[in-house]
């Protein structure tokens, strides 16, 4: 159990964490080493040694650049209202300083500071929440729904989809787990809300039943996800992982694997400036609700209001058919 571990949850460090600890030590002591070795009395020396340093630490910046280039050859065609220029640039310059936050800081030492709540005498009838991050991160990803959720009294379970790199698949033990926890505290089927492949690992969970996702549907009060490659990603041609592989245009992707009216469950939030599910609507459902979020990015699509608006309508739905159920 790692020290920055929450005691309240004996849940061992995911893998992803440690290759994360270890990449943002590898960046500062890249950049502590740049710095020392063009220090001088030179105050443009200094300067120097500073934007070095500075370009180290954010080198996940200069590799988005380029992604959002290869967006505007990407895009053409696509049936979603292309974003300005103003609004990738901007769409950039956020999920730059987010991914830093997000990769630097919450999901290599704060993936656990805030712990799962399901407690059933506290939360016996209500509807619950089921997070499922995506490629190459952890519960972490969560931190501002965590808070905000236990805050309003909301149940909830953030997973760890461990092996990072596995068969997708292979997630839904994970996710079936996870639901199931929720629904024996709660007696109610929870809501799902994924984030990029985290709604195909929602996917995975619906086909296990082996009846197309409609035993399985049942389980669930809503299914939501946040730019989720549905139909696969233009850049997942470049990846190695397994999962990353699935990812590609016509591959696990192609088949939904579940029948339409499951699929009609769906609520799918898609972006215009998203630089990792590209086009965009690859990131929707034949069938499902979609939402436009427009101008913002892939990580930044997590944290918007409507993201959050689109998680408070599924709750009061599930409130509201409880309700008429009674």
Known sequence: MSVFASHSSPVPTPTITWIHRALVLSLALLAAWWLSAHWGPDPMQRVWAVAGAVAIVFVHAWVMLIEYALLLAVRRGDPAAPASLGQLLGAWAVESARCAWV??????????????????????????????????CNRGLWMPWLRRLRDTGVPVVA????????????????????????????????????????????????????????????????????????????????????????????????????APEVLAQFECLYTNADAIVMPPSSATLPGARQELVPGVGHLALTYTPQAWAALQRSLAAAAGNQAAAG
């Open 103 to 136: 990769f630097g800081w919450w999901q290599p030492w704060r993936w656990n500071a805030v712990p799962d709540d399901v407690d059933p005498q506290r939360h016996q009838g209500r509807t619950g929440v089921v997070l499922v991050h995506g490629f190459v």
């Open 159 to 258: 997973v760890n989809l461990e092996h990072p790199f596995g068969d997708i698949d292979s997630y839904a033990p994970i996710v079936d787990a996870a639901v199931q926890r929720l629904r024996q505290a709660t007696g109610r089927p929870p809501v799902l809300v994924g984030h990029s492949m985290g709604g195909l690992a929602m996917r995975a969970w619906l086909a296990a039943d082996g009846a197309r996702g409609q035993v399985r549907v049942q389980q669930a009060a809503h299914l939501l996800t946040l730019g989720t490659p549905h139909h696969g990603t233009w850049p997942a041609r470049f990846a190695h992982a397994r999962n990353a592989r699935q990812m590609r245009q016509g591959a696990w992707t192609a088949e939904p694997r579940v």
